[in-house]
């Protein structure tokens, strides 16, 4: 069993920034992908970002590229979005999700090969 705890999550304006963190434990942290997905009302919950097992390797969801960064630090079982240029459609619930394989070469954009999922975190972005 994985246990995942968002936290960061808040009300910004646009523009602004905020970071998530994804708090990892209960089984090797290390050994598995990550990502961060995302739900606004009424829609479906979609991939934001993903970080491969090693950091090796990274990816985006084309609405977020160039301002959101994920990243993670396998010695303290984290996983990190940094959001800049927040704007107001990026308003959902965040959720982060651990990798059902060990040692995936690259994260997957599929909420189905997701095995563990956090709580999730509110952002909100005024206009």
């Known amino acids: 069993q994985v246990q995942l705890v968002e936290s960061g999550g808040g009300l910004v304006q646009a523009g602004g920034s905020l970071r998530l963190s994804c708090a990892a434990s209960g089984r090797t942290f290390s050994r598995y992908a990550m990502g961060w997905f995302r739900q606004a009302p009424g829609k479906e919950r979609e991939f934001t970002a993903g970080?491969?097992?090693?950091?090796?390797?990274?990816a985006y969801a084309d609405s977020v590229k160039g301002r959101f960064t994920i990243t993670r630090d396998n010695a303290k079982n984290t996983l990190y979005l940094q959001m800049n240029s927040l704007k107001p459609e990026d308003t959902a619930v965040y959720y982060c999700?651990?990798?059902?394989?060990?040692?995936?070469?690259?994260?997957?954009?599929?909420?189905?090969?997701?095995?563990?999922w956090g709580q999730g975190t509110q952002v909100t972005v005024s206009s």
């Open positions: 999700a651990a990798d059902g394989v060990a040692y995936s070469p690259a994260p997957s954009g599929r909420v189905y090969e997701y095995g563990y």
């Open positions: 970080i491969s097992w090693n950091s090796g390797s990274t």
